[in-house]
């Protein structure tokens, strides 16, 4: 059983940036793909992206370029950098945790943090 408790959102300006973290309990983040996932008011839960227990990263089309997703172990924390952020990147961030290896569907993902709220104004 792993619990996740996100931190690190707020209330920013575009082209500000911000950083979340996801401290985990429990276990240890170094056995399990790390996921980060959007969700806006009214939409479905979105993928964000991963870091998985070997490095490997992938990031959404939306993300790529502006958002960096990276783990320490000793920590058993997970962070997801935030860079020229936009309005559209406002909703509550959810941490991940799944055993599967490398996976992006919400579905797939075992343990859950409550989330915490992101608001990019214009």
């Known amino acids: 059983q792993v619990q996740l408790v996100e931190s690190g959102g707020g209330l920013v300006q575009a082209g500000d940036s911000l950083t979340l973290s996801c401290a985990a309990s429990g276990d240890t983040v170094s056995t399990y793909t790390m996921g980060w996932f959007r969700q806006a008011p009214g939409k479905e839960r979105e993928f964000v992206a991963y870091?998985?227990?070997?490095?490997?990263?992938y990031y959404s089309d939306s993300a790529k370029g502006r958002l960096t997703i990276s783990r320490d172990n000793d920590k058993n924390t997970v962070y997801l950098q935030m860079n020229s952020l936009k309005p559209e990147d406002t909703g509550v961030y959810h941490c991940?945790?799944?055993?599967?290896?490398?996976?992006?569907?919400?579905?797939?993902?075992?343990?859950w943090g409550q989330g915490t709220q992101v608001t990019v104004s214009s």
């Open positions: 991940a945790a799944a055993k599967s290896f490398g996976v992006i569907s919400p579905s797939r993902y075992d343990y």
């Open positions: 870091n998985s227990w070997t490095g490997t990263t």
